[in-house]
C-alpha cells in the first residue's frame, strides 16, 4: 500500500499538470487576496485576517481537487493497468485509501504556500499578532477536511469511467451540488421546519461551522460520513468489475 502510497505521489509530481494546478491555485487565491480590488482584498479590508482565503479556496478546490484525482482510476482503466493494479496482494479498499492519503498530501502541499499569507497577516495587525488565531487554525482544519471530503468524491467519480475529462466533469458536478446545493435549497424556504435541516445536509454549512474555531464533533461526524460513503461507493464500483 505504501509503495502505490509513493508511486500516487510520484506520478503526480512527475507529471506537468500537477505543477499547473498547485500554482493556478495559488496564483488565484493570490491575485484575490492581494492584487484585485475586492472584498477580498487583505491591503483594503483594513483588519488583519485571512477571512477572504477562506472564502475563495473552497471555489478553487472545486476544480483543483477533481484535476487531481480525475486520473486515479480513470488513467488506469484506459491503459488497462487497472486489471494488474487489482491482482497484487492488495484489497481495493487498500488501493483506494493509497490513492486518497495521496491526493490529500497533494491538497496539503498546495495550501502549505498559504501560511506565508499568514505570516504576511500576522505581521501587518497592528499591535503585531493581532489576527484571530482560532478562527485561522480552525479555517485550516475546515479546509483539510473539505479537501478530504472532495478527494473521496474525486476518487467514485473516476472509478465509473475511464474519461479524465468526464470524471473531472462528474466530480465537480457532485462536489458543487454537495457544497453549495443544499444551501441553494434551504434559501427557497420551501420545506418549512425542515428547511434548517436541508442546510445541515451541505458541506458549507459545516465548513462555516469549523471555521469559527470550534471543533464541533457533528462537524467531524459529517465530514466523515461524507468521506465514508464516496469511498464505499468508489469500492463497489471497483467490484462492479466481477458482475
Not at 505504501?2 to 506520478?11: D, G, P, Q, R, Y
Not at 491503459?79 to 487489482?86: A, F, K, N, P, Q
Not at 505581521?123 to 478562527?135: A, E, F, R, S, T
Amino acid at each position: 500500500m505504501f509503495t502505490l502510497f509513493k508511486k500516487e505521489i510520484s506520478n503526480f509530481l512527475n507529471s506537468l499538470i500537477g505543477f499547473i494546478v498547485i500554482i493556478v491555485f495559488l496564483l488565484i487565491n493570490g491575485l484575490f487576496l492581494w492584487v484585485l480590488p475586492t472584498d477580498s482584498n487583505i491591503l483594503d479590508y483594513g483588519y488583519a485576517g485571512l477571512d477572504g482565503l477562506f472564502l475563495i479556496a473552497p471555489f478553487v478546490f472545486l476544480f483543483l481537487i477533481p484535476a487531481i484525482t480525475m486520473r486515479s482510476f480513470s488513467d488506469e482503466k484506459k491503459s488497462g493497468t487497472i486489471e494488474i493494479l487489482l491482482t497484487k496482494p492488495l484489497s481495493d479498499l487498500q488501493i483506494i485509501f493509497a490513492k486518497f492519503y495521496a491526493s490529500i498530501v497533494l491538497v496539503a502541499f498546495s495550501l502549505l504556500p498559504t501560511l506565508i499569507y499568514f505570516y504576511s497577516v500576522y505581521h501587518l495587525g497592528l499591535p503585531v499578532g493581532n489576527i484571530d488565531m482560532g478562527g485561522t487554525w480552525g479555517s485550516y482544519i475546515g479546509l483539510l477536511l473539505l479537501g478530504a471530503s472532495f478527494t473521496a468524491i474525486g476518487l467514485f467519480s473516476s472509478s465509473i469511467t475511464d474519461n479524465q475529462i468526464v470524471s473531472f466533469i462528474i466530480s465537480v458536478f457532485l462536489c458543487g451540488a454537495i457544497y453549495m446545493g443544499f444551501e441553494l435549497i434551504y434559501s427557497l424556504e420551501l420545506f418549512g421546519s425542515f428547511d434548517l435541516f436541508i442546510k445541515s445536509m451541505g458541506i458549507s454549512h459545516h465548513y462555516s461551522s469549523i471555521s469559527r474555531g470550534v471543533i464541533d464533533s457533528r462537524d467531524l461526524i459529517y465530514y466523515l460520513s461524507i468521506i465514508a460513503l464516496f469511498i464505499l461507493l468508489t469500492k463497489l464500483s471497483l467490484q462492479s468489475r466481477k458482475w
